[in-house]
């Protein structure tokens, strides 16, 4: 018999993709420049050459063995070293080998750090607008996924929803900052904020409340912008990374868990995540990608182009009268729709070849996504289809 729940969740695809799918098709129609493709969150820089030599100097010179060998079940010892070292002289936390797991990306990571401190019937908590993958993620563990209602005049966190939410079920809660789709960074205020609930909250149930940090996004952030590392605002911190963005590798599927020294069982739990890749069939990221990796841990891809697109975006989008809170980082923004209804709206915005993903999928109906991870010459090319769209109402 087959698994229904699997089975039911065909009807219910990713959004995101399905637009990404719908691109690629038209693009075979007229031509994949004259389709303003703003849907998927895919890196449009290359990966620095750094890494590039360091592949070609891994396959060169190291024994094929080594290379595409199975690696340990937590990671290469001198990877998850090199990583603990690059965390320690970046943000003052005294991380060690001990505190890290290698992971398949953000989303690997993730579903060993949900594992780690949740069992069946416990509640995670995140915050509106939010990864719309984040509900299977949580939900398939046997666990629950609550979403505070969003702040929608700066897209920070909603603090007194929090305090309502927070109940003493509440076993994590999974931030995202940068932010998927908002592209807005988590202020030091904010953050410490957060912390003295948690706290507080903590000592009222007895129990460690985990905050779950997912940042695929940490080193993109503009110039001038606030940008706390979260693990130092609050010791019980779990951070899930991934080089897809910072470095262009999403095709790589390489990342990693840090768990704060300062964090309750801090000990522990990347030796659990070896335990919990036994029951989900992880078993770890390629060698030859971890090996590589570290010729990049404290550099990034040329960002530049992000910026300069969102500037460009956000000052056109405000002209044509949009109201749109002005991103921090990654390369998203989340403009409100000209009508009630953003999928209604991202439809006209189709019939222009533009697409726009609606904001529904990320808990902020008549809100919508762009992805501006593309040139900035289509980027200033697609001014004129937003102008039309705009025109229509």
């Not at 690997?108 to 949740?118: D, N, P, Q, S």
């Not at 609550?146 to 603090?159: G, I």
């Not at 503009?222 to 080089?243: K, L, M, Q, R």
């Amino acid at each position: 018999m087959l698994a229904e729940t699997y089975k039911n969740m065909l009807g219910a695809k990713s959004v995101i993709r399905e637009m990404f799918a719908y691109g690629s098709k038209r693009g075979a129609e007229i031509g994949y420049e004259n389709v303003f493709d703003y849907s998927l969150g895919n890196p449009s820089v290359p990966a620095p050459p750094e890494f590039t030599r360091e592949m070609i100097r891994l396959l060169q010179e190291e024994s094929p063995v080594t290379l595409h060998g199975y690696s340990p079940s937590l990671g290469i010892d001198s990877v998850r070293e090199a990583v603990a070292d690059s965390l320690r002289r970046r943000f003052g936390l005294p991380y060690e080998k001990q505190h890290i797991f290698m992971a398949s990306g953000a989303a690997g990571a993730l579903a060993h750090a949900f594992r780690a401190v949740t069992v069946p019937g416990d509640t995670i908590l995140t915050f509106a607008p939010c990864f719309p993958e984040y509900h299977p993620y949580v939900e398939l563990t046997g666990a629950k996924l609550k979403v505070v209602p969003a702040d929608l005049e700066a897209f920070q966190v909603n603090l007194e929803k929090t305090e309502e939410l927070l109940t003493s079920d509440v076993t994590a809660v999974l931030i995202n900052t940068p932010n998927n789709p908002s592209g807005t960074v988590y202020s030091t205020k904010t953050l410490k904020a957060l912390a003295e609930l948690l706290n507080r909250k903590q000592r009222e149930f007895g129990h460690p409340i985990y905050l779950i940090s997912d940042e695929p996004y940490r080193e993109i952030v503009f110039a001038g912008v606030d940008a706390p590392y979260v693990a130092s605002c609050y010791d019980n911190t779990i951070t899930c990374y991934s080089f897809s963005k910072s470095v262009s590798l999403p095709g790589e599927r390489i990342g990693y868990v840090a768990v704060s020294p300062r964090c309750e069982g801090a000990s522990l739990i990347a030796d659990m995540c070896g335990q919990i890749s036994r029951g989900i069939g992880h078993n770890c990221p390629p060698s030859i990608i971890q090996l590589a990796v570290c010729a990049v841990l404290d550099i990034t891809s040329d960002l530049s182009v992000y910026e300069r697109n969102a500037e460009i975006l956000y000052q056109e989008l405000k002209e044509l009268g949009f109201s749109v809170v002005k991103p921090g980082g990654t390369f998203y923004m989340f403009p409100k729709a000209l009508e009630a209804d953003s999928n209604a709206f991202c439809r006209k915005a189709m019939e222009e070849d533009l697409l726009l993903v609606p904001g529904d999928t990320f808990g902020c109906p008549g809100y919508f996504r762009i992805s501006y991870c593309i040139d900035t010459e289509k980027v200033l090319r697609s001014l004129e289809a937003f102008r039309r769209v705009a025109a229509r109402y």
